[in-house]
Nanobody, 120 residues
Framework: QVQLVESGGGLVQSGGSLRLSCAASGMIFGIDAMAWYRQAPGKQREWVATVTVLGRTTYADSVKGRFTISRDAAKNTAFLQINSPKPEDTAVYYC??????????????WGQGTQVTVSS
């Protein structure tokens, strides 16, 4: 079974920076993509950014130009660099990954989430 562990959340001031990490472990044969989502209090979970196996990145309009997603393919790890955060970026950030296990079974796995709080 594939597991994800996120880290790096915390309290940050507007205009500061924060880096989130997401490490996947288990019997992984290959990862197709890793993505970040977030859920603010009282709101639905929303997609933030994705990095594919080929390194292609896409972003939600609300974070474009401020957030950067990257990956270390050798370590099955993704990162989310948060620059110039705003109070509205406050949310629990979740990592998601999908791919295939050594057994051939596909997976679509979520992490437990990490809290990011932006103070004004």
């Amino acid at each position: 079974q594939v597991q994800l562990v996120e880290s790096g959340g915390g309290l940050v001031q507007s205009g500061g920076s924060l880096r989130l990490s997401c490490a996947a472990s288990g019997m992984i044969f290959g990862i197709d993509a890793m993505a970040w989502y977030r859920q603010a209090p009282g709101k639905q979970r929303e997609w933030v950014a994705t990095v594919t196996v080929l390194g292609r990145t896409t972003y939600a309009d609300s974070v474009k130009g401020r957030f950067t997603i990257s990956r270390d393919a050798a370590k099955n790890t993704a990162f989310l660099q948060i620059n110039s955060p705003k109070p509205e970026d406050t949310a629990v950030y979740y990592c998601n990954t999908r791919g295939r296990e050594v057994s051939g079974q596909s997976f679509d796995t979520w992490g437990q989430g990490t809290q990011v709080t932006v103070s004004s």
